[in-house]
């Protein structure tokens, strides 16, 4: 009987095959060239996953996820990030699947989690409000109850790729309370239902990331809401520790500091013992990072989550601001659209110099979303106080 490394050294060969043969090679090359990939391409990333049953590596294997033990995803996790596969958009996969999995009828797994899972669905998080940010239980969008229908009428705002999803899963206010998490409910919307907006926000790097998503008087089948109406506070504290956690990406965190400290060694004048100094103290970070995760994993995460949420966030900024130093002076004009040829029209350029800028923008919000890190430490000192 093969030992456990034997295992896992087996399982890392087939997944570097998976790789180098049949996942597709044109994404893997647009992003080798800094080029800005679409809806179309993640799916189709998704789907090539599930098509080998790897498509979801923490779900459990009765709902589609390969039965993979911690030591195993961490392997694949690794994997992934060394072929230079795109960051995994989380919404459907990571955020809500959990939740219908946990919470969910059967009737709705049949009906979501496989169109998820095959990369056959794009979903939308609606959880921010203009007035309800990191106090996301200031909500006040409506779901009211007629019959068979939720009416919900409201907006959401900062939505992650809203302008490609086909769902959006949201917090609505169905109980009497007018703030605070009670009555709060948890509710699945088709975002092609007559009464919604959907209007892309354009980001600092001139690029529309996020969205506005406008619910006037939307009629919702009153079997798309998840679990019990009036708790979907509790199921969306699940939700958001998932999403902490998934924060981390240390690998991906781990072969960015590599190619830092090549370029360093490449530029002289900008390796200074400062710039030294500051490269060692973000990857000692990224090391504990991997601690708390690991903790994280084996414990179900609920007690390092903010933890990861800070630690992950500051280091990704560390890491951008590192890569900023080097490109110093060179760091060109925004590109909004970053095509195939924007090398071509500024050859003089490096080529780490347009994705580091754009890296560096995209980080600034990190410790923002997702409940500020303000809020995280809010969250550790009550804990702490609580003990």
């Known amino acids: 009987m093969p030992d456990a490394d034997t295992s896992l050294e087996t399982l890392r060969s087939e997944i570097r095959g998976f790789f180098a043969k049949e996942y597709p090679q044109d994404i893997l090359a647009r992003l080798r060239a800094g080029e800005t990939l679409h809806r179309e391409d993640h799916l189709r990333s998704q789907a090539a996953l599930a098509a080998r049953g790897w498509g979801a590596p923490h779900w459990p294997a009765a709902h589609g996820g390969p039965g ?62 203009p007035h309800a940010g990191s106090d996301l239980a200031a909500l006040t969008t409506r779901a009211r109850r007629e019959g068979d229908e939720y009416v919900v009428t409201g907006r959401k705002t900062w939505t992650s790729l809203g302008f490609w999803a086909d769902w959006i ?35 600092i790097d001139g690029r529309p990331h996020l969205a506005e998503v406008t619910f006037d008087a939307v009629r919702v089948p009153a079997a798309n809401l998840i679990g019990e109406e009036g708790q979907g506070w509790t199921y969306s504290k699940q939700l958001l520790s998932n999403e902490r956690i998934w924060y981390a990406h240390v690998e991906e965190k781990r072969q960015a500091l590599r190619q830092v400290r090549e370029l360093a060694a490449a530029m002289p004048d900008a390796n200074t013992p400062d710039f030294r100094r500051r490269l060692a103290e973000t990857e000692i970070a990224v090391s504990c ?5 690991e903790r994280a994993l084996q414990d179900d995460g609920g007690d390092v989550a903010s933890l990861i949420k800070i630690l992950a966030t500051e280091t990704a900024q560390a890491i951008t601001e590192l890569s900023l130093d080097l490109a110093g002076g060179l760091a060109p004009p925004l590109l909004p659209e970053r095509g195939a040829g924007w090398h071509d029209a500024m050859p003089d350029l490096p080529g780490f110099i347009v994705p580091a800028v754009e890296d560096y923008l995209m980080t600034r919000a990190q410790t923002i979303y997702g409940g500020t890190n303000e809020i995280q430490k809010t969250i550790i000192a009550r804990a702490t106080m609580a003990l």
Do not use: K, N
């Open 68 to 129: 993979w033990s911690l030591a195993e995803r961490r392997l694949f996790e690794d994997e992934y990030v060394r072929a230079g596969a795109p960051t995994v958009v989380p919404m459907g996969l990571i955020y809500v699947a959990p939740i219908i999995i946990a919470f969910g009828t059967p009737e709705q797994q049949r009906r979501w989690l496989p169109d998820i899972l095959a990369g056959r669905s794009f979903w939308a998080q609606g959880y921010s409000e």
């Open 169 to 203: 899963f949201c917090l609505v206010r169905t109980g009497e309370a007018a703030r605070g998490g009670a009555g709060i409910s948890f509710l699945c919307i088709d975002l092609a239902t007559p009464g919604i907006t959907v209007r892309p926000i354009i980001a």
């Open 289 to 293: 990072l991997d601690g708390f995760v």
